[in-house]
C-alpha cells in the first residue's frame, strides 16, 4: 500500500532565507508526487507534480522539488521564502498499481518569520 | 473555470440529526472525489466518482454516509445519524480524467461540527 510521511509537524524559516519541507513515501508501482498548500479554512491548492522525466520539478509561486529515487523522498523547496508562504503543506502520492486514490501526507506547516 | 464550490461552508447539527452537502465541480471534469479532514491530518480519501459511477469506497465510509453524483455533476455527500467523531472538514475535489498524473482541483470544503 502507499505511504507518505512528512516527518517534520512544523518548520520556521526567517524571510528570504531559503526553505526545505520534507517528504518521503512508499509505493509498490511507479510513484506519482504531488504539492499542496493549505491556507485556513480553504481547500487545498496544487503546487506541482513529478510524473516522470527531471528529477528537479518547477512548479507554482517559485517552489520547486527534488524527487529522490533512491531515497524515496521528495522535498519542497524554494531559495527564499515570504512572509505569505506560511501555510500547511501536504506531499500526496499516488501509485499505479492502486488506482485513483490520492494519499497524503499528515502536513508540515511552515510559519516564515519577518 | 469556476472552481470546485462546496456548500455549505459551515454546518452546526446536534447528534442524531442528518445533513447533506453539495459539491459542484469544475464543469467538464468527468472525476470527482470526496475527502475527510480532520484537525491536524491530511485529508483521507472517502470515495469518487466517474461521471455518476461510483467506483471506489474507502472503509472510512460507513453505512451512515452516502454519496451520489446523480447526473455526473453535481455531487451529494449525505450522513445519516451524526455523531461526534463526524466532526471534519468534508472536502470535494475534481479532476479532468483519470489520468494517474492528473492533479485534483479542491472546494474550499465544509466544515461540519456535531454537538
Known amino acids: 500500500a502507499q505511504s507518505v510521511a512528512q516527518p517534520e509537524d512544523q518548520v520556521n524559516v526567517a524571510e528570504g532565507n531559503p526553505l526545505t519541507v520534507k517528504c518521503t513515501y512508499s509505493?509498490?508501482?511507479?510513484?506519482?508526487l504531488f504539492w499542496y498548500v493549505q491556507y485556513p479554512n480553504r481547500g487545498l491548492q496544487f503546487l506541482l507534480k513529478?510524473?516522470?522525466?527531471?528529477?528537479l520539478v518547477k512548479g507554482s509561486y517559485g517552489f520547486e522539488a527534488e524527487f529522490n529515487k533512491s531515497q524515496t523522498s521528495f522535498h519542497l523547496k524554494k531559495p527564499s521564502a515570504l512572509v505569505s508562504d506560511s501555510a500547511l503543506y501536504f506531499c500526496?502520492?499516488?501509485?499505479?498499481?492502486?488506482?485513483?486514490?490520492?494519499?497524503f501526507g499528515p502536513g508540515t506547516r511552515l510559519s516564515v518569520l519577518p | 473555470d469556476t472552481g470546485v464550490s462546496q456548500n455549505p461552508r459551515h454546518k452546526i447539527t446536534k447528534r442524531g440529526q442528518n445533513v447533506t452537502f453539495r459539491c459542484d465541480p469544475i464543469?467538464?471534469?468527468?472525476?470527482l472525489y470526496w475527502y475527510r479532514q480532520t484537525l491536524g491530518q491530511g485529508p483521507e480519501f472517502l470515495t469518487y466518482?466517474?461521471?455518476?459511477?461510483?467506483?471506489?469506497k474507502s472503509r472510512l465510509l460507513s453505512d451512515r454516509f452516502s454519496a451520489e453524483r446523480p447526473k455526473g455533476s453535481f455531487s451529494t455527500l449525505e450522513i445519516q445519524r451524526t455523531e461526534q467523531g463526524d466532526s471534519a472538514m468534508y472536502l470535494c475535489?475534481?479532476?479532468?480524467?483519470?489520468?494517474?498524473?492528473?492533479?485534483?482541483?479542491f472546494g474550499n470544503g465544509t466544515r461540519l461540527t456535531v454537538t
Open positions: 464543469s467538464e471534469h468527468n472525476r
Open positions: 513529478y510524473i516522470t522525466g527531471d528529477n
Open positions: 475535489a475534481s479532476s479532468p480524467d483519470g489520468q494517474v498524473n492528473s492533479p485534483l482541483h
Open positions: 509505493v509498490s508501482g511507479n510513484p506519482y
Open positions: 466518482f466517474q461521471n455518476e459511477a461510483q467506483l471506489e
Open positions: 500526496a502520492v499516488r501509485d499505479d498499481n492502486y488506482g485513483q486514490n490520492f494519499v
